[in-house]
């Protein structure tokens, strides 16, 4: 029997629920359809932090390289450790050391949700730059505290970054409807975004079949509410991917339903799966957070393994479980209760 090794990283918050509860499915799914899933559980989060002085061990990453594929609840505890901290210690890391460049997060209604617009037709898929951008990390603070302070984070695009990721992009395009947006802010932001818009026509001409537009971020934000329909495939840098996919989630009912893959397309390391939500502090002790989300990144990392069938299962089991009326409204149904309907329609 072929088995995947997974590194499960619950995190902090809901995330823990979310990972036990989609590993529950995962397994029944494995189970099912004839392979095995090896989970080896990682306490690192922010309790693992005050205990050790570090995210993760120094390590870390050199753990996590030897496994399959990484499942991932949520990092964050805020009340106790800054964020700075917690992401820059455990959560970019991964991302950027796997060159898990290419982030996938697909927006779509599932039955039996009513998303807050009318939207009859809701179904994008938003590829989000994943290593670089706005998240490079290179900057600094001078004069700290005084009234001369400055604080400077740069951006950073390269060729390399910028070319594969609209490569990937186009790709999924091609796979789907056709479509491709391309998102900048090239009225404002002179140099990167520009760049990118100019990788974009370049790539455009290897890619006859796929009609691509450029539009700004601010023009895709109110063109996701307002004329969803008309989008396909929406590629963004990562802090604007950022803010489109919590608006995605947003669209489809809620971030329990939002999924993530963060993917290393070259195969040679570990990608990592994991919602787009956080670890939602604000209901984090009440059992209600809805682990949708990160069941279906679940099914998208069984797919990225090969396991074709079994993804579509667990994809065929959320549809029931919604269409049912079971988890559709936030707050609604409790995470056990959500999480025995999916294994019951597995
Ligand atoms: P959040 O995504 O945790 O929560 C935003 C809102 O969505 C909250 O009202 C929360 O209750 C709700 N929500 C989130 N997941 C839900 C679910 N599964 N079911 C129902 N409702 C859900 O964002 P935040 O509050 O800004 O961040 C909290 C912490 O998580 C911070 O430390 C932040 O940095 C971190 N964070 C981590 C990740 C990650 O690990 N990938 C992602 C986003 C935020
Ligand atoms: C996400 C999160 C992270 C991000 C944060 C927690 C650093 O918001 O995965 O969307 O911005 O990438
Ligand atoms: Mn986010």
């Not at 494995?30 to 989970?39: I, S």
């Not at 391309?182 to 932001?189: C, D, F, R």
């Amino acid at each position: 029997m072929k088995t995947h090794t997974i590194a499960l990283i619950p995190g902090d918050g809901i995330g823990r629920d979310m990972t036990a509860a989609a590993w529950s499915v995962l397994q029944k799914a494995a189970g099912k359809h004839g392979f095995g899933l090896k989970g080896t559980e990682f306490p690192w989060s922010c309790a693992f932090y005050k205990e050790t002085g570090a995210m993760m061990p120094a390590n870390g990453i050199e753990i996590l390289r030897g496994f399959d594929a990484i499942l991932l609840g949520a990092v964050g505890w805020p009340a106790e450790v800054p964020d700075s901290v917690s992401l820059h210690g455990l959560l970019l890391p991964i991302r950027k050391s796997f060159v898990q460049y290419a982030n996938i997060r697909p927006h779509r209604l599932l039955p039996g949700v009513e998303g807050p617009l009318k939207a009859t037709q809701f179904d994008i898929l938003c590829i989000r730059e994943n290593t670089e951008g706005e998240y490079s990390g290179a900057g600094g603070r001078i004069h700290q505290g005084s009234s001369d302070e400055v604080a400077v984070e740069t951006s950073i695009f390269t060729r390399k970054g910028v070319e594969r990721i609209l490569r990937f992009a186009f790709e999924q395009a091609r796979s789907r409807r056709g479509k491709l947006a391309s998102v900048t802010k090239s009225n404002a932001q002179k140099y990167s975004m520009v760049f990118w818009d100019d990788v974009t026509r370049e790539l455009s001409a290897e890619y006859p079949d796929v009609e691509v537009t450029s539009y700004h971020i601010d023009a895709m934000a109110a063109r996701m509410v307002m004329a969803p329909e008309s989008l396909d495939v929406v590629v963004a840098s990562n802090l604007f991917g950022d803010i489109l996919t919590d608006l995605g989630a947003a669209i489809q009912g809620g971030l329990g339903f939002a999924a993530s893959a963060n993917i290393n397309p070259e195969r040679n390391a570990p990608s990592m799966f994991e919602p787009v939500h956080g670890s939602a502090p604000d209901i984090a002790h009440l059992g209600i957070a809805n682990p949708i989300a990160t069941v279906w990144s679940g099914a998208m990392m069984l797919d990225h393994l090969g396991e074709k069938e079994a993804a579509a299962a667990i994809m065929k089991a959320i549809e029931a479980t919604t269409a049912s009326g079971i988890g559709t409204v936030p707050g609604k149904d409790r995470t056990d209760a959500i999480t025995s309907a999916l294994l019951a329609a597995i």
